[in-house]
């Protein structure tokens, strides 16, 4: 077959399955990204400029974005196309307009598209925190328009695929039933419990899995992903604790929601003078954003993993700690409670720090415990998110499929 592959950070989402296809040899592979991407190798790439300056009515600033991409978009597929690539399967993901000009480029390619999330005003994220102000009608209005080019990318769609059955059920109903429920997957070999875990905090502070470590993970440290209730519950926990080291991996940037208001330069800024003086910060170690095989090593010898998300797209983080072997407390959120059971983890309040911190102690209180419980969270994602027997030979049926 000949597959295109449309994401602008490919390979993105779909790393996995592209290295399977090219590894069965039998395919031509393509792919249509800007020119910061990282093409593996065998695979034939047009690069394009994304775009730069939006001049239009603050309601349509982010659908002008995305018409301006797609047209970069456009020229990318035209030069493809007049070097001979003519895409059976065409795979994009939805979310920056880069699928508009695709069916009118290809017109007898099967599209799937990649549907990850669905902007509403209501019932998801926005909203979910009253810590933080409402929206006005004129940014739920916004935020709604948000969804424009998603909606087309469906209709042009042979079938969409989300990571989650929630994500599915984000989007309207009239379009569910052509999403299939497909997650990228787990590595489980690669990111797997390990004796000798190691991971050093300073050149004589060394952690292993002798040590009784929580960590808190997410790719930027802000309230999406609950890092002021984290942050709140740590002077009860390092209270109840006395031998806890708490290690936290994340940017001070903003990768979701609100960015934080002047005079703080960060969300963490913002929330961890609230409980500095009642912490030995000697036990607190942010470590920032830091590479993907220390992160894996921090995992592996991690005791319980905290995960907090408001009701929004699902962390890699939170299947890849489960993978590792963490026992897990995660908040008592949709997307959260697809994934963690009674046997791997504690769902908890968003909103209660003092649960938070209680759950974990009581799991680090007994050794017995714990250890089942690390056990039944990597059993969790063998049996439903492993990348090599499930998900990707999902996704590969369903290119063969159509």
């Not at 429920?181 to 292993?208: C, K, N, Q, Y």
């Not at 961890?272 to 010898?301: C, M, N, T």
């Not at 968003?350 to 250890?371: C, G, H, M, T, Y």
Request: contains cysteine; glycine residues 6%.
């Amino acid at each position: 077959m000949n597959i295109l592959f449309v994401h602008n950070n490919f390979p993105a989402q779909f790393r996995h399955v592209v290295a399977a296809l090219l590894a069965a040899g039998r395919h031509r592979i393509a792919a249509i990204c800007t020119k910061e991407a990282s093409v593996p190798r065998g695979v034939q790439v047009e690069r394009y400029e994304p775009p730069q300056g939006v001049a239009a009515h603050i309601f349509a600033r982010r659908f002008d974005s995305e018409c301006r991409r797609a047209e970069q978009v456009l020229y990318a597929a035209a030069r493809l196309k007049a070097a001979g690539f003519l895409p059976d399967i065409i795979v994009a993901h939805s979310g920056w307009g880069e699928t508009l000009p695709l069916r009118e480029v290809f017109p007898p390619a099967k599209i799937i598209i990649y549907s990850e999330f669905y902007y509403r005003s209501r019932g998801q994220d926005v909203g979910f925190d009253p810590e933080f102000p409402e929206y006005g009608v004129d940014g739920r209005v916004s935020l709604t328009i948000k969804n424009a080019s998603q909606l087309l990318a469906l209709a042009d769609a042979d079938v969409g695929v989300s990571p989650t059955h929630w994500q599915r059920s984000t989007y309207p109903v009239e379009f569910q039933s052509k999403i299939q429920v497909i997650h990228e997957g787990i590595d489980t070999r690669r990111v797997a419990p390990s004796a000798a875990a190691m991971f050093r905090l300073a050149p004589d502070h060394v952690l292993t899995v002798k040590d009784e470590v929580v960590t808190y993970v997410a790719r930027n440290l802000e309230p999406m992903r609950g890092i002021h209730s984290f942050l709140r519950a740590l002077p009860r926990l390092l209270e109840k604790r006395p031998k806890v080291q708490v290690v936290v991996v994340g940017g001070d940037g903003v990768s979701y929601g609100a960015a934080v208001e002047p005079p703080f330069r960060s969300w963490r800024a913002r929330f961890w003078p609230e409980v500095a003086g009642q912490v030995d910060a000697r036990r607190v170690h942010f470590v920032g954003q830091i590479s993907y095989e220390r992160y894996l090593s921090l995992l592996q010898l991690s005791s319980v993993h905290i995960y907090l998300t408001y009701p929004f797209v699902l962390s890699w983080s939170l299947l890849e700690a489960m993978s590792a072997g963490c026992a897990v407390v995660a908040s008592d959120t949709a997307p959260v409670r697809e994934v963690v059971s009674s046997d791997g983890g504690r769902l908890v309040s968003f909103f209660e720090p003092v649960e938070i911190a209680d759950k974990v102690s009581d799991l680090l209180q007994s050794r017995v415990d714990l250890n089942n419980m690390q056990r039944a969270s990597r059993d969790i994602i063998i049996r439903s998110y492993d990348m090599s027997t499930k998900c990707r030979p999902q996704f590969m049926s369903l290119l063969e499929s159509i």
